[in-house]
């Protein structure tokens, strides 16, 4: 396996900007950094929450006392077992979107990494507007939705679980920003490829 692990998105490169353009990549219109990327997505975060939470509603009722809130008095709790915890649920939450990247196991150009603001999957691959939605919704629709439904079938959703699926859903909310701008700029048929926090179609 070549993949590589960074502590960084990798940079911008203006001599691979140059070349992409000189073959007729077009730059997706997207924010400009991460920050930006996250205060816009602030809304998808509310309806990607909404729609979980209606999900979860179909097995158990929502409210806040099954997490052991209520209005006389709340406590928060924070120990090393949940820090793993929230851990385990980023690495989950990115390997989701890397399995789906073909070939990922070969590519010298595709990396997962951790920063301060979470985790991330970068590749430099070639990869069709179809198969990049699916890269990335998956983490959403498999854990806040899939997961979700098969946990509530069996009856095994408990107040943890929950946490752990609606705090993905909100950290989704990001690739939902990514998925309506692909949806809305990128022709059928067209690839994708990155290069730093630039996306480019062709």
Do not use: C
Not at 17 to 30: A, D, K
Not at 81 to 90: K, P, S
Not at 132 to 144: D, K, N, Q, R
């Amino acid at each position: 396996m070549t993949i590589k692990i960074k502590y960084k998105i990798p940079e911008f490169s203006s001599e691979r900007h140059s070349q992409l353009l000189g073959v007729h990549w077009t730059v997706l219109r997207e924010p400009k950094n991460l920050f930006s990327a996250i205060m816009l997505s602030i809304p998808l975060m509310a309806i990607n929450l909404f729609i979980t939470l209606v999900t979860i509603n179909l097995f158990i009722p929502i409210s806040l006392s099954i997490f052991g809130i209520n209005t006389a008095a709340i406590s928060i709790n924070i120990n090393f077992g949940a820090i793993t915890v929230l851990i385990a649920l980023v690495a989950i939450h990115e390997l989701l979107h890397l399995v789906f990247i073909p070939g990922f196991r070969r590519s010298d150009k595709t990396y997962i990494g951790i920063t301060y603001f979470g985790g991330f999957v970068y590749s430099e691959e070639n990869i069709s507007k179809m198969r990049y939605v699916l890269i990335t919704i998956a983490p959403f629709i498999i854990i806040s939705i899939l997961l979700t439904i098969v946990l509530g079938s069996l009856s095994l959703l408990t107040p943890n679980l929950i946490f752990l699926i609606l705090l993905n859903s909100m950290a989704s909310s990001v690739d939902i920003l990514t998925l309506i701008l692909i949806l809305y700029q990128v022709p059928s048929g067209s690839y994708i490829t990155v290069n730093g926090m630039k996306s480019y179609w062709k």
